[in-house]
């Protein structure tokens, strides 16, 4: 019984005293990593990374809607978002027995 008292007791200290070790530390590198962050070069180059990626991005869309599985995708969901709201519109509202509606 003793035994598990010293170590439930030790780990208590251990605890309360990493905790607050761990919080400053914790505190000390979030501080350093806004630094870092708002720094005009790194924010320069985070907004230079931001313009390719989006013109990748741009340029693969167009290439994939000039080629042909791009106009197959292209009509394959026209016809489908069409034929859905058709069902939609036709269909019937049924509840079950609870009042639900599905």
């Known amino acids: 019984m003793r035994g598990k008292l010293m170590f439930i ?18 505190e000390e590198i979030a501080a350093n990593a806004k630094k870092v962050w708002e720094h005009p070069t790194v924010q320069e180059a985070a ?39 058709d069902d939609l519109s036709t269909s019937s509202v049924s509840a079950n027995s609870t009042g639900t509606t599905y």
């Open 9 to 26: 007791t030790g780990l208590a200290a251990g605890f309360v005293l990493g905790s607050r070790a761990g919080r400053e530390k914790y």
């Open 47 to 85: 907004g230079v990374a931001q313009a390719q990626a989006n013109k990748l991005y741009t340029e693969g869309k167009d290439k994939l809607n000039q080629s042909k599985l791009g106009e197959k995708l292209h009509s394959a969901s026209t016809s489908s978002s069409s034929s859905s709201s």
